[in-house]
């Protein structure tokens, strides 16, 4: 069985730093696209960033720039989160995704989902 799974999350105050880590299993994916999303409580599931299978291409939401920064590890077969300055409206369960294209994963259109990770900004 196919599976993504994120690590990382946990309890930081406003203005720190977390990393985040998206492992699959299963399989490889290598040469997939892969991004981060998140859901707040009561807030619909929302797009962060992507990357396509070589970092070639990259998108972001004008929320994180300058703070958050995607990259992966083809060797690790893992995608990365790096998560800077963040304050309370970063608080959310942060999903990674996989899929062929990068905009198949920005448009929260792909295949592949994990289970999510609980990021929790104390201001």
């Known amino acids: 069985q196919v599976q993504l799974v994120e690590s990382g999350g946990g309890l930081v105050q406003a203005g720190g730093s977390l990393r985040l880590s998206c492992a699959p299993s299963g399989r490889t994916f290598n040469t997939y696209a892969m991004g981060w999303f998140r859901q707040a409580p009561g807030k619909e599931r929302e797009f962060v960033a992507a990357t396509s299978w070589n970092g070639g291409t990259t998108f972001s939401a004008e929320s994180v720039k300058g703070r958050f920064t995607i990259s992966r590890g083809n060797a690790e077969n893992t995608v990365y989160l790096q998560m800077n300055s963040l304050n309370a409206k970063d608080t959310a369960v942060y999903y990674c995704?996989?899929?062929?294209?990068?905009?198949?994963?920005?448009?929260?259109?792909?295949?592949?989902w994990g289970q999510g990770t609980q990021v929790t900004v104390s201001s």
């Open positions: 995704a996989a899929d062929l294209t990068v905009r198949t994963v920005r448009d929260a259109e792909a295949a592949y």
